[in-house]
T-cell receptor
Framework: EAGVTQFPSHSVIEKGQTVTLRCDPI?????LYWYRRVMGKEIKFLLH????????ESGMPNNRFLAERTGGTYSTLKVQPAELEDSGVYFC?????????????FGPGTRLTVT | DQQVKQNSPSLSVQEGRISILNCDYT??????FLWYKKYPAEGPTFLIS?????DKNEDGRFTVFLNKSAKHLSLHIVPSQPGDSAVYFC?????????????FGTGTRLKVLA
């Protein structure tokens, strides 16, 4: 069974540019999460999809970030325009259900560097 | 305002000895805790968990202890092996709006010396 995949693995962009990160969850996982880790800090929750609906987007930093999950399969996270403080590793995770019993499986992350 | 804290950024242990990684939390409403392990260039992978109704959970070389009154948990690895060298994240599950989101600490980098 394929795990969670993320593309690209690394992106370097200039301040003011736009970047789109993609996440493909494990097949059949309705729940998809985005997290971000700024260097040396905690892995921080951004948002949670159940199928194509946003269940919780309380962790999204501001309106420069837009997450979508059309069709309830893969998800994209767009940053527009990017700022220096957006640099970090963006992780996607998926789970079969939402609850204590359901482990979240993480992708390898996309390292975003904004210069 | 960090709700889950790992105050030791790094730890070095000799192979075969015990590794003890610590984690503190502030929210007494947390019901469930997990440890994730992360190798470079990979995503975090689940290691072990514990419910707040227990004070210990064991899985092979890994044991997690929970002290609810102190809001403290620890991960013990015995015996430590070089392959255990990784960053270990403690996480609590917080629930809001029907979301079971993970609230992570900053991680502890464990180095097991051969």
């Amino acid at each position: 069974e394929a795990g969670v995949t993320q593309f690209p693995s690394h992106s370097v962009i200039e301040k003011g540019q736009t970047v789109t990160l993609r996440c493909d969850p494990i097949s059949g996982h309705d729940n998809l999460y985005w997290y971000r880790r700024v260097m040396g800090k905690e892995i921080k929750f951004l948002l949670h999809f159940v199928k194509e609906s946003k269940q919780d987007e309380s962790g999204m930093p501001n309106n420069r970030f837009l997450a979508e999950r059309t069709g309830g399969t893969y998800s994209t996270l767009k940053v527009q325009p990017a700022e220096l403080e957006d640099s970090g590793v963006y992780f996607c995770a998926s789970s079969q259900g939402s609850g204590f019993r359901y482990e979240q499986y993480f992708g390898p992350g996309t390292r975003l560097t904004v210069t | 305002d960090q709700q889950v804290k790992q105050n030791s950024p790094s730890l070095s242990v000799q192979e075969g000895r015990i590794s003890i990684l610590n984690c503190d939390y502030t929210n007494s409403m947390f019901d469930y805790f997990l440890w994730y392990k992360k190798y470079p260039a990979e995503g975090p992978t689940f290691l072990i968990s514990i419910s707040s109704i227990k004070d210990k959970n064991e899985d092979g070389r890994f044991t997690v202890f929970l002290n609810k009154s102190a809001k403290h948990l620890s991960l013990h690895i015995v015996p430590s092996q070089p392959g255990d060298s990784a960053v270990y994240f403690c996480a609590a599950i917080g629930t809001t709006s029907g979301t079971y989101k993970y609230i992570f600490g900053t991680g502890t980098r464990l180095k097991v010396l051969a």
